[in-house]
């Protein structure tokens, strides 16, 4: 049996990465791994609560496949911060990062003849999920001139008494988008009108600079049912420890049968390593705000760098200034450029000539559009941006 052709964005930087010449120091403006840069660490508080977790050798064993007690409760009150009512620990399971959260979630959704409505420009991941499920993708626009806000008109013609769910990223990924109170309620009014699930994926959740503040789509809980993605991946700066979680709020109470499907499901996964979920208590309990402050002041600098250093390129334009998560989405206009045939084709030629990464909009639905990473280090941020301007001036029509 075939695997789905889908891209996938390691897919993808895998090939413009082999593509480099070896002639410059390789600069990657492509994945949302910060972890590589000392800027980008996660907090003391965190890396000791994992050490003492291990040391205890009290966390080697099997833990439930639904996620520790400890961990789940940890989790529950860490997220009801943000909510108008009080999570319980037992709605919420713990998943290998926020990757394992989808793929659950998508699996469990399934039925036959079921379709799942995704954002466009989105995660991959989940087209990918979708398509190993069987479960049929269709694709709704965010809009670049309303800072990426779901199409929502569009959105309710696509959707259909066998549509199980719509997925929205906030703060998102590819978009750099947060969304607002207004917005939010009306996904979720819209998703009540369809009957359909809400899933947020917030993995950048909290990781807000502009002017809206980050809300929980869970807030809207009463009004559908909204199943929330998380991991501690972003927030934390720790992608590689896998601990994520999958959260369900439903307006009218759990169904058995759901709840049934999602606990075999996650038998069959196995969850995080213990020790990792053993530390999270002390992780989200006590790691202090000055940490998160760093974080977002830091994204904000370096996103600020990107924008405005793109607004001197011709060739190059955005139409929404990122406000959240860890990269954006900008226009590529190859009419102005001489010997660039589309995106992916620009993307090929940067990585050759300039040993700089950057991922097509092909990549994430949209043709003609780059996405680009802000969560590197301000001077290898210049430096990139400043061989992406050379590389677009040598190639200008003028
Ligand atoms: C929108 C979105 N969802 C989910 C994930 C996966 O998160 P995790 O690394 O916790 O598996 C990512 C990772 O970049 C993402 O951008």
Same mark, same amino acid.
């Given at each position: ?69 400890? #961990? ?229 600098? #370096? ?96």
């Amino acid at each position: 049996m075939e695997a789905p052709s889908n891209i996938t964005i390691k897919g993808i930087l895998g090939l413009l990465t082999a593509n480099t010449d070896g002639c410059k120091k390789v600069i990657s403006l492509g994945m949302g791994d910060p972890t590589a840069y000392s800027c980008f660490r996660t907090t003391r508080t965190a890396q000791n609560a994992v050490v003492e977790a291990l040391q205890s050798a009290n966390f080697n064993g099997y833990s439930p496949t639904v996620g520790l007690p400890q #961990t789940r409760k940890a989790i529950a009150e860490y997220l009801s911060k943000d909510l108008p009512y009080t999570l319980h620990s037992d709605d919420v399971y713990i998943t290998a990062g926020c990757t394992q959260a989808i793929e659950t979630t998508l699996s469990i959704l399934t039925r036959p003849g079921a379709n799942i409505l995704l954002p466009r420009p989105g995660f991959p991941i989940y087209g990918l999920c979708a398509a190993f499920r069987h479960l049929e993708a269709r694709y709704f626009d965010l809009l670049p001139h309303n800072q990426w806000e779901v199409d929502l008109k569009a959105l309710q013609g696509l959707a259909d008494h066998n549509t199980v769910a719509m997925v929205i990223i906030n703060p998102g990924n590819p978009c750099g988008n947060v969304y607002t109170y207004r917005h939010l309620k009306e996904i979720a009014e819209t998703a009540k009108r369809l009957g359909i699930v809400v899933i947020a994926d917030e993995v950048y959740g909290h990781l807000a600079f502009g002017a809206d503040p980050f809300v929980a789509m869970g807030v809207f809980g009463s009004v559908a049912p909204v199943i929330t993605l998380g991991s501690l991946s972003k927030r934390w700066l720790v992608p590689g420890w896998r601990l994520g979680w999958l959260v369900t709020s439903d307006p009218h109470g759990k169904s058995p049968k759901f709840m049934e499907r999602l606990k075999k499901y996650c038998d069959i996964n196995g969850g995080p390593a213990t020790f990792i979920q053993a530390a999270v208590p002390a992780i989200v309990g006590e790691t202090q705000q000055a940490f998160f402050t760093k974080t977002n002041n830091l994204l904000k600098q #370096t996103s600020e760098i990107c924008y405005w250093k793109i607004k001197e390129m011709d060739c190059i334009s955005c139409p929404s200034k990122p406000q959240g998560s860890m990269a954006f989405m900008v226009k590529l206009n190859v009419s102005l450029l001489k010997d660039i045939s589309d995106d992916i084709d620009f993307c090929f030629k940067l990585a050759k000539e300039e040993s700089v990464i950057l991922l097509p909009g092909a990549a994430v639905g949209l043709k003609n559009w780059l996405r680009i990473t802000f969560a590197v280090e301000p001077s290898s941020l210049d430096e990139a941006l400043q061989r992406v301007n050379s590389f677009c001036q040598r190639h200008s029509c003028n």
